[in-house]
């Protein structure tokens, strides 16, 4: 992962790391609670900015490693005190979205079926919802949907334990891939 800066006045990019597929980083849940563990990602992938309403990690810059089963926090990105934590999920997620409002919509695209489906009503601020994956963790068989791993579906990450919990829907079927929240 790196850090871009951008002087317009002189059409110049400065490029520094921030942190590599093997750094070290806290464990943010069991079973290495807080101990130092390191990082070993094959599959980094979405990265979000973690709004200040989020019930932890709030603020922080956020990378998840979709078939390693994890999402690498940075706190303090770009600085001297930058520091990372690595939260285990239960299952491969693409993307995440925080409701950063009572009212909105998360808006999650569907990659198969090639349109964007909407997910409307009250929202807690600071609630986490992923695009769960199942087919794209490393541990997925060939041939996928199948026993154990279901077709793309919602979930609501618990950010303490990393447990996510398939979210009901009413309507039409949703295979999400992408999602982003907009307030309204």
Do not use: K
Request: proline letters at 7%; glycine letters at 8%.
């Amino acid at each position: 992962m790196y850090a871009v800066a951008l002087n317009q006045a002189r059409h110049e990019a400065f490029i520094r790391p921030l942190f590599s597929d093997e750094s070290a980083a806290t464990a943010a849940n069991s079973p290495h609670f807080t101990r130092t563990v390191r990082l070993a990602l094959t599959d980094p992938d979405s990265s979000e900015a973690v709004p200040p309403v989020a019930p932890r990690f709030a603020g922080d810059f956020m990378l998840t490693s979709q078939g390693d089963l994890e999402q690498i926090y940075m706190h303090g990105a770009g600085t001297r005190a930058g520091h990372l934590s690595v939260l285990t999920l239960s299952r491969s997620v693409d993307d995440t979205a925080w409701a950063t409002a009572w009212h909105g919509a998360f808006y999650a695209t569907d990659h198969d079926a090639d349109h964007v489906d909407v997910i409307s009503g009250a929202f807690w601020p600071g609630t986490a919802l992923v695009t769960v994956t199942p087919c794209n963790a490393n541990s997925a068989p060939a041939t996928c949907p199948g026993p154990g791993f279901p077709a793309n579906y919602l979930g609501q990450l618990n950010m303490y334990t990393g447990q996510i919990t398939r979210v009901r829907l009413r309507g039409g079927s949703l295979e999400p891939q992408g999602l982003i929240f907009a307030a309204g």
